[in-house]
């Protein structure tokens, strides 16, 4: 049921950043949200503000200023939800895979800070094993990471083909039915 405060947070989640360590369809999957729920509530965002929330918490991260230009110079037609969603999740993807997340991304960044006990023994050769001891499970942990966000940026651009086959299907029995229409009450 719309009430006051129901609108103001489906506001509030529409305004709201992103953070650039969380997946980016945790981003569309929050805006689309909101935009279904306005639209229940009243007065119902625009596909363009859906766009351009979108694209203002993406620029706040800085990290994916090519992909902000190239976007900025495509035609105002070929600037939909679906374009939007596609560049930038094969940006994301392309990011994940070419830097396999940082330190301070991939939620680790404290493996460094692990100190263990080794009692009367600081020789170089117990430092060099925990040392390598530490770059293994920080690369377990990586690929763990990589491969989980691969997982869902995958299943992301997924979905978002399918939602747009289904509605050029739509768009096209609407058109059919709009065409129909005129022969049968004329």
């Known amino acids: ?11 509030r989640r529409f305004s709201a950043g992103w953070q650039a360590g969380e997946p980016l369809e945790k981003l569309f999957d929050r805006l689309e949200d909101c935009y279904v729920k306005s639209i229940v509530m009243k007065p119902p965002f625009t596909m363009e503000q859906m ?15 090519t992909v902000m230009l190239e976007w900025d110079a495509i035609l105002e037609v070929n600037a939909t939800w679906l374009e939007f969603k596609l560049n930038f999740a094969e940006a994301y993807d ?3 895979r070419t830097r396999a997340g940082t330190t301070s991304d991939g939620g680790y960044h404290g493996t460094f800070n692990t100190v263990e006990e080794y009692p009367d023994n600081d020789s170089l050769a117990s430092i060099q094993a925990s040392m390598q001891q530490s770059m293994t499970q920080m690369h377990l942990f990586n690929n763990a990471a990589t491969q989980a966000t691969n997982d869902s940026v ?15 299907a739509m ?11 005129p022969a049968a009450n004329g």
Do not use: C
Request: charged share 20%.
């Open 1 to 11: 049921m719309p009430t006051p405060a129901n609108m103001t947070n489906n506001e």
């Open 51 to 65: 766009l351009d929330k979108a694209k203002l918490a993406v620029q706040r991260t800085g990290l994916y200023t």
């Open 171 to 181: 768009q096209q029995q609407l058109a059919l039915m709009s065409q129909a229409r």
């Open 94 to 96: 392309s990011r994940i």
């Open 154 to 168: 995958s299943a992301l651009i997924a979905e978002t083909r399918q939602l747009s086959a289904a509605l050029r």
